[in-house]
């Protein structure tokens, strides 16, 4: 099928959809919630005990047992190495999959295998790469690392090769009509263009893995979750709000870091598409 | 190559987009040292054209060869120029990198990886840059820079290659007049000392048969006429761009 053919079948669907689909899909979506929450029983749901629970809860949690900052500091400080390494690792070993996953540099027969590694790596989350490490390697925060790393080459994998998809491809005809190889065309063009958005797409990638990395740790793979699960074994929950307390505080501070940050790069990237 | 050889040679050349042809028929040479006027109105095919012989698109139909290497091929790394219409800079990269780019093709792989090139390139692009007019911009990032500014990078780097054969698609638009005109001159200058042959794209036909040794005019579907810079018609036979020609 020609590409104007193709346009113009989507056309058609598109145009179909508009009239008969939309009610029927949204049809659909309604009958899909319904059966879901039916499986789920959520409708019986008892409520009745919550109060009871969160007056327990409350009790058993305040006052809050400070003696234990110590250690969820030094727990948070773990989760970042660990998000950190993770992030790093990943971002790096991503880059040359994610290149030859891109469609505009590479024929289908690379970019194909590289598109399904990196989406077997995203199948699953990093808990669970985590418990298979943990498997693997024992508990601790090396378990934590490469789960963690191996999560955000499958992601991050992902939004590089749609970021090189969306490049202009005008630079990328005259330098490789002037004869240039594609290690030229990659390293002297592509990366140029798409720095902006990779250094971003690390940095969400960072905040994001710094919150996992502090689930992961529940499951043994090191962190200040590994602390909380501790805690958590024993009920002691005046302790357990505290480590909670902290990675509340941090993950809000890294977010507003990391936001602004990003928007510092994509700011830079629209004005140089806009100019 | 045998010296013989037309550096660009086209028979009964096909070109267009998705097997559907917008120019046929297509049979011209062009001879070293000399230039190749392109010239109709918009849409007529000339950036499909000069794009097929850029090894940018695949022939539909016939033969052609830039420096004897079959179409969609391309010739040999640093042999052949090409300023697109779109230019195709890199934004964010300065304009001595872009000029650089011109001389990937002396570059070896270890080099290409660490964006390592030799000084005498480095000198060979601020001298191209100086010429162009951009001088004391080596450092600027071609997103900085106006539309007129950025061409001018453009042709730049096509100079600093020194290339056989050069393929420019509108390289005097958005350019004042004294510009444009020592673009000209460099560019009649390079071609003196190189024996570059030169296929150019332009709108204004003025212009075209000023700085061609012929010109073609592209328009229902092939070759309307081939003139030579006085504007006289040749006839159909006639070779477009090769300088033995009336």
Redesign the interface.
Known sequence: MSESEHHATAATIRATLGTFGRPLIFGLALLLAIWSIWVLELHGTDFSGGAEGLSFLYGAAIPPEMSVLEVGLRGLLETLYIAYVGTLFGVVLSLPVSLVASRNLFPWYLTLPARWLLAVLRVLPSILWAVIFVILIGTGPAAGVFAITLYTIGFVGKLEYEAFEGLDSAPIEAVSALGATRLQVLRFVVLPQAINSLISQSMFMFEYNVRHAAAIGIVGAGGIGYYIMGYLDFLQYDRVIVLLAIVFLAVLIIDELSYRLRALFLGDTRTSLSS | MSRTEPPIRCQDLAVGY??EPILTDLSFTVESGSTLALVGRSGCGKTTLLKTL???LTPLEGDAAVLDTELPE???????????Q????????TVL?NVL??R??D?G?MD??L?RFSGDAKIDACEAIEQVGLGGYERTRV??LSGGQRRRV?IA?AFV?EPRVL?ADEMLSELDDETARSIVDCLAALQRETDMAVVIVEHNLEIAREIADAVLRLGSGGIEERMTPAGTPTPDSTLAGDRTDP
Request: hydrophobic share 35%; glycine share 20%.
């Open positions: 998705d097997g850029a090894g940018a391309t010739p040999p790394p640093g042999t052949m120029g090409y300023v697109p779109s230019l195709g800079l890199v934004g964010h990269e990198m780019h011109g990937l093709s570059l792989w290409s990886l964006g997103k900085e453009a780097r290659q393929l």
